[in-house]
Nanobody, 123 residues
Framework: QVQLVESGGELVQAGGSLRLSCAAS????????MGWFRQAPGKEREFVAA????????NYADSVKGRFTISRDNAKNTVYLQMNSLQLEDTAVYYC????????????????WGQGTQVTVSS
């Protein structure tokens, strides 16, 4: 049974930083692209970032480029999202997702999803 468990979400002031983690189990981590998505209140879920196993394919949404960094520790089956210079618009539930493959595509469907972790940015 595949499980993706996110952690690290909390209330933070604008301009601050957070690091989200997603621990994966029940899958062969090296064969999956790992991604982060988010959903703000009243909005559709949107792509944030994704990385292939070796990091040779990485993609970011334009809205987070230069502020967020995705990385993964394959020995720990964990993917991270370092978020810096947080803005009010970054407030959302952040979801970890896994997709079998090698391309960190923002549009291809993902196979597994976590339950999400809340990030709230205050002024």
């Amino acid at each position: 049974q595949v499980q993706l468990v996110e952690s690290g979400g909390e209330l933070v002031q604008a301009g601050g930083s957070l690091r989200l983690s997603c621990a994966a189990s029940g899958l062969t981590f090296s064969t999956y692209v790992m991604g982060w998505f988010r959903q703000a209140p009243g909005k559709e879920r949107e792509f944030v970032a994704a990385t292939s196993w070796g990091g040779t394919s990485i993609n970011y949404a334009d809205s987070v480029k230069g502020r967020f960094t995705i990385s993964r520790d394959n020995a720990k089956n964990t993917v991270y999202l370092q978020m810096n210079s947080l803005q009010l618009e970054d407030t959302a539930v952040y979801y970890c997702a896994a997709r079998r493959g090698t391309r960190a595509s923002p549009t291809l469907p993902y196979d597994f999803w976590g339950q999400g972790t809340q990030v709230t940015v205050s002024s």
